[in-house]
Structures are given as structure tokens and as C-alpha cells.
């Protein structure tokens, strides 16, 4: 399987720290997606990186991706309480789906 | 636009029962996939409909289908519910000719089989 595996499970921070997830794979990809997710409710997607690309950045988001450690780093710079959420970070590779790892709980506290 | 709508939102079940799940996609997007979360598996891929045809399938037992129509509206079945079905069932539709693009997820339907 070429399932993402996201490091730490769970990430309890302060308002205005940032919060730095990991994501691991297995396989070769095409691209590499970050979603995040509010209590159960649907997706929501944040960033793309394509697999010849190193960083990408999209406000307050820094992704890298580091194809030959096949590892992908999502960074949010001065968290708000309103980034509380899980991330899941998604690959795809051979095949035409998407697959999604176990994500990352993160806990952003006044 | 409007975004991706499924229904219904909430739905209870007993064993042995069937069901049927909508999504709506995006206007003009052709792509629909669907989607199993549950607490213990995460996020698993169920299978992927693209102007009216599968094109790709998880590793999920007959007992899940789908369909998609003209209008990229599609359906997925579930037939002699277990209890190990219930979970939230996310669709997601994407603009470009494949699910390697960005997907745009619906609420969810949260399925409980009693």
C-alpha cells in the first residue's frame, strides 16, 4: 500500500505557535494533496504539490516534499484556534485514486 | 457554485437492509468518488465514476455499488447492511479527467447500522 502515514498522530499547540505535521509514503506518486477535516464533517482540500516540486506555499501553509525520503512536511505558521482540525495528507501513484493516510489531530488552545 | 451535496445527511439502518446514498457533484465537474471513514480503517477509497463509467474501484466487498447518470449525479448502493458498515460516506468531485486533481468533498452521510 502506498498509504500516507501522517506524523504525530495528535498535536496539541497555543494560539500564534506553529504546528509542523509529517506525512510518509511508500511508493512513487504523482502528486501529493493535504486536506483538512472539521469533526467528522467532509474535506476540506488545502494544497497540491506535484511530485517535481519541493516547496509550495499558500498563506499561512508551507508544504515540502522530498520525493527521495518520500516524505512530505505540512507547516502552519501562527495558528489560530480555528485551525483546530485533523490533516490528512493524500497520494497518488500508480492508478487513477486517491489515497489518504491516517491523518494528524491537531489542537490549536487559547 | 454550489458545492457538492449528499443525501441524506444522517441515515439509520438495520443489519441485513439496503441503502442508497446521493451525491450531486459541482456543476461541470465529471469525476465523482466515494469515499468510507471510519474511526478504525480512516479513509478508504471505495471507487470512482467518470462520465458514467467506473473507473477505479477499492478493495470493498460486491455488496458496494455505484452508479453515476448523464448528469454526473451518482448513487452508491449498499445491499444486506452489516454493522461494520457503519461509517461516514464522503463523495468528492473533481474538475480535471481524473481524482489525481483536487477533490471537492461533500458533507458526508453518516450511515449507523443497527
Known amino acids: 500500500s502506498q498509504q500516507g502515514e501522517e506524523d504525530p498522530q495528535a498535536l496539541s499547540i497555543q494560539e500564534g505557535e506553529n504546528a509542523t505535521m509529517n506525512c510518509s509514503y511508500k511508493t512513487s506518486i504523482n502528486n501529493l494533496q493535504w486536506y483538512r477535516q472539521n469533526s467528522g464533517r467532509g474535506l476540506v482540500h488545502l494544497i497540491l504539490i506535484r511530485s517535481n516540486e519541493r516547496e509550495k506555499h499558500s498563506g499561512r501553509l508551507r508544504v515540502t516534499l522530498d520525493t527521495s525520503k518520500k516524505s512530505s512536511s505540512l507547516l502552519i505558521t501562527a495558528s489560530r484556534a480555528a485551525d483546530t482540525a485533523s490533516y490528512f495528507c493524500?497520494?497518488?501513484?500508480?492508478?487513477?485514486?486517491?489515497?489518504f493516510g491516517t491523518g494528524t489531530q491537531l489542537k490549536v488552545e487559547l | 457554485k454550489a458545492g457538492v451535496t449528499q443525501t441524506p445527511r444522517y441515515l439509520i439502518k438495520t443489519r441485513g437492509q439496503q441503502v442508497t446514498l446521493s451525491c450531486s457533484p459541482i456543476s461541470g465537474h465529471r469525476s465523482v468518488s466515494w469515499y468510507q471513514q471510519t474511526p478504525g480503517q480512516g479513509l478508504q477509497f471505495l471507487f470512482e465514476?467518470?462520465?458514467?463509467?467506473?473507473?477505479n474501484k477499492g478493495n470493498f466487498p460486491g455488496r458496494f455499488s455505484g452508479r453515476q447518470f448523464s448528469n454526473s449525479r451518482s448513487e452508491m448502493n449498499v445491499s444486506t447492511l452489516e454493522l461494520g458498515d457503519s461509517a461516514l460516506y464522503l463523495c468528492a468531485s473533481s474538475a480535471g479527467t481524473s481524482s489525481l486533481d483536487e477533490q471537492f468533498f461533500g458533507p458526508g452521510t453518516r450511515l449507523t447500522v443497527l
Open positions: 493524500a497520494v497518488t501513484g500508480g492508478g487513477n485514486k486517491l489515497t
Open positions: 465514476y467518470f462520465s458514467e463509467t467506473q473507473r
